[in-house]
């Protein structure tokens, strides 16, 4: 007979790619309280990195760690030297977020601040890092007059009446059903919105290939202005119309817009910005 396995899908915190698992139900099983690691090494969710995923004895997962800390400990050390000798207006580069915060969670503040999510890093200890310095970093990003919108903030309960991180991500998810919710440990307790992060994502890695950390936050300035740029002229096409259906509506962006690729994934988005930040009654006119 053959033995029981929990499923988990976690994300790597380098580069946000998820896979589900099946790990031995036996490893939960001994561990009524605390925490269970789990190593996952190279191709079991992504080809480059390894990772120590930290699940509850429910197999819910709390967070991820480096296989190797001082390894982790020294990259952190380099870019935050990097930061202070070459970011011109912030505390921190890209880098050094996603080291801190993981991929996943970097994506998901984008996503929340472009699209007005109110969000909340939920942690038993004070934040580590400074929030206003936090929010300055996401919402100069974003142009007027969308800028400064919402605000990333913090939920901090008490471990000793909350011993188990996982009971208590699910009580702030409950309570907080329209709210982007992550924690400290890489790990992103939920996502609000129905569409996807591939957008956010691929402006990421885009910007990660630039080595000046100045440029990678040009990047994904620039990627952001032409997305609300199309999102713009969508709801301008959209008045001049009486009735359009989807797929002559994102040919005619095509054609419009000469900067960026318009298909599916790009509509679904452009809907809910134009939804979260504009009205829904215009989106009434596509068939």
Same mark, same amino acid.
């Given at each position: 007979?053959?033995?029981?396995?929990?499923?988990?899908?976690?994300?790597?915190?380098?580069?946000?790619?998820?896979? /589900?698992?099946?790990?031995?139900?036996?490893?939960?099983?001994?561990?009524?309280?605390?925490?269970?690691?789990?190593?996952?090494?190279?191709?079991?969710?992504?080809?480059?990195?390894?990772?120590?995923?930290?699940?509850?004895?429910? @197999?819910?997962?709390?967070?991820?760690? @480096?296989?190797?800390? @001082?390894?982790?400990?020294?990259?952190?050390?380099?870019?935050?030297?990097?930061?202070?000798?070459?970011?011109?207006?912030?505390?921190?580069?890209?880098?050094?977020?996603?080291?801190?915060?993981?991929?996943?969670?970097? @994506?998901?503040?984008?996503?929340?601040?472009?699209?007005?999510?109110?969000?909340?890093?939920?942690?038993?200890?004070?934040?580590?890092?400074?929030?206003? &310095?936090?929010?300055? =970093?996401? &919402?100069?990003?974003?142009?007027?007059?969308?800028?400064?919108?919402?605000?990333?903030?913090?939920?901090?309960?008490?471990?000793?009446? =909350?011993?188990?991180?996982?009971?208590?991500?699910?009580?702030?998810?409950?309570?907080?059903?329209?709210?982007?919710?992550?924690?400290?440990?890489?790990?992103?307790?939920?996502?609000?919105?129905?569409?996807?992060?591939?957008?956010?994502?691929?402006?990421?890695?885009?910007?990660?290939?630039?080595?000046?950390?100045?440029?990678?936050?040009?990047? /994904?300035?620039?990627?952001?202005?032409?997305?609300? /740029?199309?999102?713009?002229?969508?709801?301008?096409?959209?008045?001049?119309?009486?009735?359009? %259906?989807?797929?002559?509506?994102?040919?005619?962006?095509?054609?419009?817009?000469?900067? %960026?690729?318009?298909?599916?994934?790009?509509?679904?988005?452009?809907?809910?910005?134009?939804?979260?930040?504009?009205?829904? &009654?215009?989106?009434?006119?596509?068939?």
């Amino acid at each position: 007979m053959s033995e029981p396995f929990k499923i988990i899908r976690p994300a790597c915190p380098k580069c946000g790619i998820m896979k /589900l698992l099946k790990i031995p139900r036996s490893v939960f099983d001994h561990k009524t309280y605390g925490f269970v690691k789990i190593q996952v090494p190279k191709g079991a969710v992504c080809q480059d990195h390894q990772f120590l995923v930290i699940a509850d004895s429910q @197999a819910r997962i709390i967070g991820y760690e @480096a296989i190797d800390k @001082a390894i982790s400990l020294e990259e952190e050390r380099r870019e935050e030297m990097l930061v202070k000798d070459r970011v011109k207006d912030f505390k921190f580069s890209l880098k050094s977020l996603i080291n801190k915060f993981g991929f996943n969670s970097v @994506a998901g503040f984008i996503h929340a601040k472009l699209f007005k999510y109110d969000t909340y890093i939920v942690r038993s200890e004070e934040p580590e890092i400074n929030l206003a &310095d936090l929010n300055e =970093y996401f &919402d100069k990003m974003i142009p007027e007059p969308y800028r400064n919108s919402v605000k990333i903030d913090v939920i901090t309960y008490d471990n000793e009446i =909350y011993n188990s991180p996982g009971y208590y991500y699910t009580l702030c998810a409950n309570k907080r059903t329209r709210a982007y919710l992550l924690n400290p440990r890489r790990h992103v307790i939920q996502m609000p919105w129905r569409t996807s992060i591939a957008y956010e994502s691929n402006i990421i890695n885009y910007a990660l290939q630039k080595e000046d950390p100045n440029d990678q936050y040009k990047v /994904l300035a620039d990627s952001i202005q032409r997305f609300i /740029l199309d999102s713009e002229v969508t709801e301008q096409k959209l008045k001049e119309v009486k009735k359009i %259906s989807e797929k002559n509506l994102i040919k005619m962006l095509d054609k419009e817009l000469t900067l %960026s690729t318009i298909n599916k994934d790009r509509m679904s988005i452009i809907k809910e910005f134009l939804v979260r930040r504009k009205s829904s &009654d215009v989106l009434s006119k596509v068939k």
